[in-house]
């Protein structure tokens, strides 16, 4: 594929949504797609810490988490433009979210609750998901968070089972329609 003209003016591309959105998956291919860095904001706050986001809730807390969670982020924005995967509730701070809105372009991935059900069930590392039923919380933080990831700067509903190079390539079409006005 060749490296769409994409209208965004050195920033970072900020994938936000749920937990098994594909984010991360999806990054990767957009990275690769718009020949840009790809960063997984989760991996840096792990490293960051020296252990696992598991332990990090385990043993710190949640709290502590977050705390680290937007110290890395605003690091990493501040930092070279690239595609930056964030963790499901890092856009539901709103420093966080005003600084995504000052250095990057926000784009929503939009999953229906089956699909983030099936792919949660895939991994066993999500301490969230830990304090009963997965869909169950999801479907609280459905309720609560996509008021505020609404407020993105692009919104995608990939289709079910669909390839994240499929996803990476609709968003990249997102991203060359924005209108002149609406961007950042
Ligand atoms: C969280 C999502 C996780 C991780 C942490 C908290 C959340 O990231 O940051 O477990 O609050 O939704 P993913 O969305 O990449 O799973």
Same mark, same amino acid.
């Given at each position: 594929?060749?490296?769409?003209?994409?209208? +965004?003016?050195?920033?970072? +591309?900020?994938? #936000?949504?749920?937990?098994?959105?594909?984010?991360?998956? #999806?990054?990767? %291919? &957009?990275?690769?797609? $718009?020949?840009? !860095?790809?960063?997984?904001?989760?991996?840096?706050?792990?490293?960051?810490?020296?252990?696992?986001?598991?332990?990090?809730?385990?043993? @710190?807390?949640?709290?502590?988490?977050?705390?680290?969670?937007?110290?890395?982020?605003?690091? $990493? &924005?501040?930092?070279?433009?690239? #595609? &930056?995967?964030?963790?499901?509730?890092?856009?539901?701070?709103?420093?966080?979210?005003?600084?995504?809105? /000052?250095?990057?372009?926000?784009?929503?991935?939009?999953?229906?609750?089956?699909?983030?059900? %099936?792919?949660?069930?895939?991994?066993?590392?999500?301490?969230? &998901?830990?304090?009963?039923? !997965? %869909?169950?919380? $999801?479907?609280?933080?459905?309720?609560?968070? @996509? !008021? +505020? @990831?609404?407020?993105?700067?692009?919104? +995608?509903?990939? /289709? /079910?089972?669909?390839?994240?190079? /499929?996803?990476?390539?609709? #968003?990249?079409?997102? $991203?060359?329609?924005?209108?002149?006005?609406?961007? !950042?």
């Amino acid at each position: 594929m060749t490296k769409p003209d994409t209208p +965004i003016s050195g920033k970072s +591309i900020v994938l #936000v949504g749920l937990m098994g959105a594909g984010k991360t998956s #999806v990054g990767r %291919r &957009l990275a690769q797609n $718009l020949d840009m !860095p790809f960063i997984d904001a989760d991996e840096e706050i792990a490293k960051a810490a020296g252990c696992s986001i598991g332990d990090i809730f385990e043993i @710190y807390g949640e709290t502590a988490f977050r705390d680290g969670e937007r110290r890395v982020i605003m690091r $990493l &924005l501040d930092g070279e433009p690239r #595609v &930056l995967a964030t963790g499901g509730g890092a856009f539901m701070d709103s420093s966080i979210r005003s600084r995504i809105g /000052k250095r990057g372009i926000t784009v929503w991935l939009r999953v229906g609750l089956d699909t983030l059900v %099936r792919r949660t069930r895939r991994r066993n590392d999500r301490p969230l &998901l830990k304090g009963g039923s !997965p %869909r169950d919380i $999801l479907e609280r933080l459905m309720a609560e968070r @996509y !008021p +505020i @990831y609404a407020e993105a700067n692009i919104v +995608i509903d990939p /289709k /079910k089972n669909e390839s994240p190079e /499929k996803t990476a390539r609709r #968003v990249i079409r997102a $991203l060359e329609s924005l209108p002149q006005e609406a961007r !950042p």
